[in-house]
């Protein structure tokens, strides 16, 4: 079993950047797809950004291209998501989910772990 758990969230005004990491516990990370999302109330939680445990397999979701970055770490076991250019509407509960496949996956069925989400609030 994989926990996951999800740092860095906060408040921050529009334009402003945050970085968010997620770490496991219990397992490494190394062989797995990661991947983040993002819930809005009242909306679906959606595909922002995942990369590959394979060398050079990044996606991202067409509206924080640009602006986001996912990274991992395999020595410190951790994936991050760099935020830039924060827009209010990147407002929403951020997840950190886990999958065991070398293809990037934008479907939430596809991950098999999920973390607990860190806020990200972002003011106009």
């Known amino acids: 079993q994989v926990q996951l758990l999800e740092s860095g969230g906060g408040l921050v005004q529009a334009g402003g950047s945050l970085r968010l990491s997620c770490a496991p516990s219990?397992?490494?990370?190394?062989?797995?797809?990661m991947g983040w999302f993002r819930q809005a109330p009242g909306q679906e939680r959606s595909f922002v950004a995942g990369?590959?445990?394979?060398?050079?397999?990044?996606d991202y979701a067409d509206s924080v291209k640009g602006r986001f970055t996912v990274s991992r770490d395999n020595a410190k076991n951790t994936v991050y998501l760099q935020m830039n250019s924060l827009e209010p509407e990147d407002t929403a509960v951020y997840y950190c989910?886990?999958?065991?496949?070398?293809?990037?996956?934008?479907?939430?069925?596809?991950?098999?772990?999920w973390g607990q989400g860190t806020q990200v609030t972002v003011s106009s």
């Open positions: 989910a886990a999958r065991d496949g070398v293809v990037v996956a934008t479907e939430r069925s596809e991950y098999d772990y």
């Open positions: 219990g397992r490494t990370l190394t062989t797995y797809t």
């Open positions: 990369i590959s445990w394979s060398v050079g397999g990044r």
